[in-house]
């Protein structure tokens, strides 16, 4: 690229550039050269003819690089929205899906908007899960947790930026972080990739504890089966998202370990997404196979 780079030259370059990496080239060329300028889209629509200097060209070729790499564009923005609220997001934390949005939809529809309700979001990741709730249902107290300290301090950051107090963090392996505890409502979207799925390579630059759970990625699905009950209040509900694939596996997990009331939600591609269930308050928690 030369110095001397008109705004529309370069925008046609570097789609071209992107065009393996990337899904939307294009608009991921717009982006990225907002960042170097500090312009809005619009501002770019509106002066294709403006140049870059070379310090900016450079800094836009170094942003094209690492997106060409694959590095997702939301680790090079360090944000990405989720239920329209802007989360900072890194490489230690999951980027929020869209899919992960129906598990917040399902998780409003059990939270009262006038009283106050405990809600536990296992494995926060950005604190995308918890923040959401924690935005539209201010008087419930939510816990987030999660083993990653590095994304703790996202989540935790995020609600600093946010402005939003009602959501406590703790680190720690899933239940353990809370075991003193019971809640209302439990909600978690685990790790749920199975260790050869090839699916697995697009996703290099996410963590892949985030990721990966195992020879089926049920790993983590059953240990939240097992753990569970001990903090779910009598009546309570669990959350839990999981592969399009999983719906069946995660039912005969859940019957199992005598969770009721299963059933299961589609994500917007209408693909089985978000399993709840509710635990028998018969059975006793310290010895599940005892009715
Ligand atoms: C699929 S990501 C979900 C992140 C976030 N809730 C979201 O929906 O974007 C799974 C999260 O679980 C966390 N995690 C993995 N194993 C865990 C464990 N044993 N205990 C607690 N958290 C765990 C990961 O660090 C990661 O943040």
Known sequence: MN?????????????????DASDSP?????????????VTRSYLFAHPDDTLDALATERF????????????MAYIEGRREFWSL????????????PDTEILVQQALMLIPRESAFSVVDLGTGSGAIALALANERPLASITATDCSKDALAIAQENARQLGISNVEFRAGNWTAA?????????????????????ALAALSFEPQTALR????GLADIRLLSRQCPTILKPGGTMLLEHGADQQSAVERILLADHWTNIACVTDLAGLPRVTSASFNADIDVSNPSSP
Not at 12 to 18: D, N, V
Not at 213 to 216: Q, T
Request: aromatic share 2%.
């Open 3 to 19: 110095d001397e780079l008109r705004i529309d030259t370069a925008l046609t370059h570097a789609a071209k550039q992107l065009s």
């Open 26 to 38: 294009r608009l991921d060329a717009e982006l990225l050269l907002c960042r170097t300028l500090d």
């Open 61 to 72: 070729e170094s942003l094209l690089q690492r997106r060409a790499s694959g590095l997702p």
């Open 86 to 97: 802007p989360l900072m997001v890194s490489p230690a934390t999951l980027i929020p899906r």
């Open 178 to 198: 809370v075991t003193e505890n019971q809640y209302d409502l439990i909600v978690s979207n685990p790790p749920y990739v199975a260790e050869n799925d090839p």
């Open 213 to 216: 759970s195992g020879a089926d």
